[in-house]
């Protein structure tokens, strides 16, 4: 283990939540929990997402969702990322909704021999390339799916598609292709329950694509998902703040108990600081499990045994998660999701 700690605010999460949830009210919230819950902790963030009304979860494989399921979550999961190992049949037996972007996908589900019928929702590659039925074969894809369904082999509950997030513009461009999309499968028979197309981004700023349901990540564990925008800007609250002993404290300069190994960017832009006992401390280099830091003047006679705070909230004078991406050329996704298991998870309101 390493000796940096995570610490988790959860009700900065299921404030987040709420935000979030009410500025899409007409639309269920799907939140996001893949990458163990964008690095925050799975389960922690679950309970806490169920506490703060949101309706289902979306898990990326369909292992997750069933893993949660086993846990005893009844609220509908949402899985869309599928492999030739993928137990498709395991899957729709512990009620996870399948995301399905290919034919082979389609195929399979369809042979799983589940004895529950397996939830299709059909994905439509609205021309960013972002996975998904192609447009021009979108129909047969329809068609297809429609045939297993009559045939009893699975439900088609759903069409949705991913939002580039390139840019608004890009993004209400595929939200008309998305609409023209879904007229044609209904034009062909298709009957879905849901429709769902937008993320973060979308639930902020296009409420074109909100539909029946919005899949949140990002935005509420308090990092923007925008490039012009802080969380602070939007309101949202940082929920992961990472500390990491101090090691050593001599001539200036002070080691920390982090490094690459556990996640943090090896190669910061010069600027990159941490708090060392409540004081700007410029990082010199990251190391593999150690990093340097400048010891300004006022902290000279900080100690050994001391901490640092790496990223926060900003409320005591540290970066952002979304300061650091900048730093390392990256989003904010990247520097929670990124930190690897080494790093214990703590939680609790900070
Ligand atoms: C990750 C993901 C989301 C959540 O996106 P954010 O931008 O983090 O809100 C929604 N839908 C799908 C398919 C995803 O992969």
């Known amino acids: 283990m390493s000796a940096a700690v995570a610490h988790v605010d959860l009700e900065a999460i299921g404030s987040n939540i709420r935000a979030l949830a009410a500025l899409a009210p007409q639309s269920k919230f799907m939140l996001a929990v893949k990458s163990n819950a964008y690095g925050h902790g799975l389960h922690e963030v679950v309970r806490t997402g169920l506490d703060s009304g949101v309706d289902s979860f979306g898990v990326l494989e369909a292992n997750a969702g069933i893993e949660l399921r086993e846990s005893g979550v009844e609220v509908p999961l949402f899985a869309w990322m599928h492999g030739q190992g993928t137990d498709f049949a395991a899957a729709a ?175 910061p832009e010069g600027g990159a600081y941490v708090i060392v006992d409540g004081h700007i401390a410029p990082v010199v280099e990251v190391g593999v499990d150690e990093t340097v830091v400048a010891l300004p003047q006022g902290a000279a006679a900080v100690a050994a045994g001391g901490e640092c705070i790496v990223f926060g909230d900003g409320s005591n004078g540290e970066a952002t998660a979304e300061q650091w991406a900048i730093w390392g050329e990256t989003v904010g996704d990247e520097i929670v999701t990124g930190l690897t298991r080494r790093v214990a998870r703590s939680f609790g309101v900070s």
Do not use: C
Request: aromatic share 6%; net charge negative.
């Open 93 to 267: 037996e512990a009620r996870v909704d399948l995301g399905v972007q290919t034919f082979w996908q389609l195929e399979a589900i369809a042979a799983s021999g589940a004895r529950v019928r397996p939830r299709v929702h059909l994905k439509i590659d609205t021309g960013l390339h972002r996975g998904g039925a192609d447009r021009p074969r979108w129909a047969e894809f329809v068609t297809e799916a429609l045939r297993l369904q009559a045939l009893g082999k699975l439900d088609v509950v759903a069409a949705w598609s991913h939002l580039s997030d390139t840019s608004h513009s890009a993004d209400l461009e595929s939200t008309e292709v998305f609409i023209a999309a879904v007229e044609e499968a209904r034009a062909l028979g298709a009957d879905f329950e849901l429709l769902h197309l937008g993320a973060s981004a979308a639930v902020i700023d296009l409420p074109q694509a909100h539909f029946d349901l919005v899949r949140v990540g990002i935005a509420a564990y308090g990092i923007s998902p925008f490039g012009d925008r802080s969380a602070a800007d939007l309101g949202l609250r940082p929920a992961m703040q990472l500390r990491a002993p101090v090691l050593d404290a001599r001539h200036g300069l002070a080691s920390i108990a982090v490094g690459y190994g556990d996640g943090i960017q090896s190669d």
